[in-house]
């Protein structure tokens, strides 16, 4: 009888074990397709936080730091079909952050880059629509012969309504232009990209340090590619200061008195 018990069990134990191996397998085949950003920071000192952003619609989302030791990072429940920026703390006072560089291809069957004489076009045009700011610097100008991804880190360091002694207000952004025939004009489908506002004591900016990276910027996750795995990721300066990681030659600063700094 107890034998005949036995053997009675033996198919549901077996029909057991093998759910139990296809739940896993789902589980991590699940895991594998859910859409997410991975990398390495290394050196990984002083790594604090990971996030993403989505520009368009200016949502964060915080992701995880799955090893202090090696650096390495995931930021998951993202949504296929976006494009994201990664955004990386050491602390309160540095970070490394993602900036989408990439223009539309023109119009000539072989890609032309921007020439010195557009660079040059374009950073008077720039200059001249900066009202508020009296500080104005252009960490880079990158596209084509048509397109043009410019970075701007701005300040106003004269009095404004309400400022308080030794106030100023910061702005980073990133604009567009185009030139549909001959003249490069700002793109009129959008005002810009606001990636700073910040209004603080003068004390508080010199000790920020922000370095902005194109390499991870403009992060597509699709349905073809929900994981997308940057490789290993340089730890940036901790010197104070705005910079552009890998940024071609610019403009010196421009105040609006018409000295460079």
């Not at 567009?176 to 003249?183: L, S, W």
């Not at 508080?204 to 370095?211: D, L, M, N």
Request: net charge positive; aromatic share 6%.
């Amino acid at each position: 009888m107890a034998l005949t018990r036995m053997a009675g069990w033996r198919p549901l134990l077996l029909i057991a074990v093998v759910v139990g191996v296809l739940a896993r397998t789902s589980d991590q085949a699940h895991a594998q397709m859910t859409p997410r950003i991975t990398g390495v920071v290394a050196p990984a000192r002083g790594l604090s936080a990971v996030a993403v952003v989505e520009r368009k619609t200016r949502k964060r989302f915080t992701g995880k730091i799955v090893d202090p030791r090696n650096g390495r990072f995931a930021v998951a429940g993202l949504a296929t079909g976006r494009i994201y920026d990664l955004q990386l703390d050491f602390g309160t006072d540095c970070r490394l952050e993602g900036i989408n560089l990439k223009v539309p291809r023109s119009d000539y069957v072989e890609e032309q880059p921007l020439a010195a004489e557009d660079v040059q076009v374009i950073t008077k045009k720039v200059n001249r629509l900066n009202k508020f700011e009296d500080e104005v610097r252009i960490l880079t100008i990158q596209g084509n012969i048509q397109h043009a991804a410019i970075v701007i880190s701005k300040l106003r360091t004269r009095p404004f309504f309400g400022s308080k002694p030794g106030e100023l207000i910061w702005r980073a952004e990133l604009w567009h232009f185009e030139r549909p025939e001959e003249t490069w004009l700002k793109r009129t489908d959008e005002l810009f990209t606001v990636l700073y506002r910040e209004r603080m004591q003068k004390s508080r900016y010199v000790q920020k340090s922000v370095t902005f990276d194109g390499r991870l910027g403009g992060i597509a996750v699709s349905s073809k590619q929900p994981r997308v795995e940057l490789g290993r990721i340089p730890a940036p300066s901790t010197k104070p200061g705005v910079r552009l990681r890998g940024a071609q030659g610019v403009p010196e600063t421009q105040k609006k008195d018409g000295k460079s700094s």
